[in-house]
């Protein structure tokens, strides 16, 4: 019989620190959920130690989700491991995963620790944590620049303390695959409790060879758990991705002859999910899950794969997740065909109350546009003020003049804690002008770093789907808003990330 691969996805922590990736615990809960319908063997749903916010949404995700082991990462000291088990408590399986610097470098320059301090204090860190939970995941930050003598007695004296996986980080992206993949192996075979584990791997991107280092440190290696995020989501060039790595395993399961619990059609709502829930667009040459994946543009390849598929096709569009980009419900549609829809495209809506307010959503869209799309259903439940009754900032109105030599003016009317407040400004563009009229009664301060607008659905009768990057005291957020009216997308997202301004003010950074 094959081995198992377990899939461990850190889209919600590791895929967090992005700069402007940062989520509600609202979108992290609904990100949690499509996770468990894909059949992700392992969430790590956040840091709970990192701030209040993470602690919400850990424990929210840990009370939720019934099939996936929830995991929280943990630096290692006796204050972090308790939080996390704290807000594990819920989980029908709950995992710890603390982490310390092994490499010289980090061990010197960072933590200001000798190798005998870190050494006692990953021991203490897994005996403590075995107390509160059966199952710990330890990771050697920087395990792959670390010296390997060093790390055989860290990572064998972490085993007898009790950790059931190991983790060996490639914290900055610099390993090669043949390298990667025989680090892992001579760590396997020169501890001498290696066996009483479970080997993972956890690469970034940085030389664009997260996934390729996976797949080594699993076939040459051993390893039998991938640490990857959707969308390569995560720190500076991101991490390895769920989709390719899942697809390489499964497309070529004559070489690596593993199992995965993974259900793959799920794959492209994820990352469309994730993709607008964050704003990190995803390219559309991307592997699997890019709206090229499967286009065939050139007249020889389209011939062949007429003639058969397999021609030009290494995997099935419908097996990843991929439908026709075809019209679904129209202005006459009514709730439950909307309701049908939502649970057809893996959207659960947690309260009658949420799916009443994203239905009058959906009819006021179709007033405007007569063709409704899966796109534009997903952008429309992702809007938080369909999610989330508790924001501070929402969206009601906007009205807004241009005219060629003439400077455009806007007003925008908006809700502050339920409250309507009027903004007007001109600008130098009727965007412009709208972010400066909320800008104008809100004085958040706030810088701008990014601004793009994106089609849903292809055509100039799509929505827009705006992504506003905001920067204050140090930190980053993004906002997306999506309407047929891209002045007012614009004006939602700004609002959105206003408000995620709000709820990340308290938040440690994670290191990994
Ligand atoms: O990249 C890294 O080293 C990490 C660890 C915290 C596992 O993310
Ligand atoms: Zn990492």
């Not at 967090?16 to 609904?30: F, V």
């Not at 603390?98 to 203490?124: G, N, W, Y």
Request: charged share 25%; hydrophobic share 40%; with cysteine.
């Amino acid at each position: 019989m094959a081995d198992k691969l377990i899939i461990f996805d850190t889209t919600l922590r590791d895929g967090e620190q992005s700069p402007g990736a940062s989520m509600t615990k609202d979108e992290k809960l609904r990100i949690a959920r499509q996770l468990e319908r894909l059949k992700v063997d392992v969430i790590e749903a956040g840091f709970a130690a990192s701030s209040n916010g993470d602690f919400e949404a850990v424990q929210a995700i840990a009370n939720a989700i019934k099939d996936s082991t929830i995991c929280s990462l943990s630096r290692a000291n006796d204050r972090d491991i308790s939080r996390a088990a704290e807000a594990l408590k819920g989980a029908n399986s709950a995992r710890i995963h603390t982490f310390i610097a092994t490499s010289a470098l980090h061990m010197e320059k960072k933590l200001r620790m000798t190798p005998e301090q870190v050494l006692e204090q990953a021991k203490q860190s897994v005996r403590f944590a075995r107390n509160l939970v059966a199952d710990i995941e330890f990771s050697p930050e920087d395990g792959y620049r670390s010296d390997p003598d060093f790390l055989c007695r860290v990572l064998e004296a972490v085993i007898a303390e009790g950790a059931t996986t190991i983790n060996v980080p490639d914290t900055v992206g610099y390993a090669i695959p043949e390298l990667y993949g025989n680090f892992i192996k001579t760590l396997r075979e020169r501890i001498p409790n290696s066996d009483k584990a479970i080997w993972s791997v956890h690469c970034h991107n940085d030389l664009g060879m997260a996934v390729a280092n996976s797949l080594a440190g699993v076939k040459i290696g051993g390893a039998r758990q991938v640490e990857c995020t959707i969308n390569g989501l995560g720190e500076r060039a991101g991490n390895c991705s769920l989709e390719e790595v899942v697809m390489a395993i499964k497309t070529r399961r004559d070489y690596f002859d593993l199992d995965l619990g993974i259900d793959a059609k799920h794959i492209v709502a994820a990352s469309r999910m994730v993709s607008q829930t964050t704003g990190f667009v995803v390219q559309p040459n991307k592997a699997v899950v890019g709206a090229n994946a499967f286009a065939h543009a050139s007249g020889i390849h389209q011939d062949g794969v007429l003639k058969a598929r397999d021609t030009y096709e290494i995997m099935r569009a419908e097996d990843v997740g991929w439908s026709a980009n075809k019209i679904v419900l129209g202005k006459l549609s009514g709730r439950n065909a909307f309701k049908q829809r939502l649970q057809e495209l893996g959207v659960q809506l947690d309260s009658e109350t949420e799916i009443n307010l994203a239905f009058a959503r959906f009819k006021e869209l179709a007033d405007r546009k007569s063709e409704i799309f899966d796109e534009d259903i997903l952008a429309l439940v992702s809007d938080e003020s369909v999610t989330s009754e508790n924001e501070q900032y929402g969206f009601v109105s906007l009205a807004q003049h241009s005219e060629t030599g003439e400077r455009p003016q806007a007003t925008i009317v908006f809700t502050v804690d339920g409250r309507e407040v009027q903004g007007k400004s001109d600008g130098n563009g009727p965007v412009d002008a709208s972010l400066k009229a909320i800008e104008s009664h809100v004085k958040s301060g706030a810088e701008m770093v990014l601004y793009s607008v994106n089609a849903i659905s292809g055509s100039t009768e799509s929505q827009g789907e705006v992504t506003v990057r905001l920067q204050n005291s140090g930190r980053v957020v993004n906002g997306v808003g999506a309407d047929p009216d891209i002045v007012v997308a614009s004006a939602k997202a700004y609002l959105s990330a206003l408000n995620k301004l709000q709820s990340k003010a308290d938040r440690v950074a994670a290191q990994g």
